[in-house]
């Protein structure tokens, strides 16, 4: 099973994702933690994207589009994978088919997790609160609110985007944690 989630920061993509690779063995791929690794050891891609991420930007989509190229060839990835946090543009998206195509693989279905977005800034703004001097640079107001507002203009379009290839399922993100796994689970079986 390749699946994307797609959904705002804070919407508890990473979260979802990690049941799905406990339950069913998927790869977890998440752009965001591969790019913190790049920084953390201090990697020529790492010193390229560290202060875009820290003001809550996007890195450039070759950037990306590259390392989840080399990520899906890795062998534990073979069971499935679960794109988090990419593709974030339409760009990317159109790069990801190409991929997928040249690989000879096929997604099986986008989840978009969606979300109240006053309830959720609530949200980030306890996790930065929370996470203050925290491992993550950019769990602050100023970037949280940069990343909501990239997320609006940026990634919302893909929405539609895979509306329109009839992969787009919804599930309500503002139930409890538990309950959207199982509407996750659920999914997962009608696109089996
Ligand atoms: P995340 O952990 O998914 O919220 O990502 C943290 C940061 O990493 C984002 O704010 C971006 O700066 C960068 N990032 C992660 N994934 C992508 C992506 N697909 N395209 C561009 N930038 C990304």
Redesign the pocket.
Known sequence: MRLILLGP?GAG??TQAKFLTERHGFAQL????M??AAVAARSPIGLQ?KE??DR??????DV?VRIVSERVDQPDCAKGFIL??????VA?AEALDQMLERKGLKLDAVIEIAVDEGILLDRIIKRAEETEGGPRA?DNADALAK?LS?YREQTQPLIDYYHGTGLLRSVDGMQSMGEVRSSVEMTLKEVA
């Open positions: 920061p993509k990473g998440s752009t965001g933690d790019l913190r994207v875009i991420m809550g930007d996007l890195v450039s989509d990306v988090d946090g990419f593709p974030r543009t990317q950019d990343r990239v």
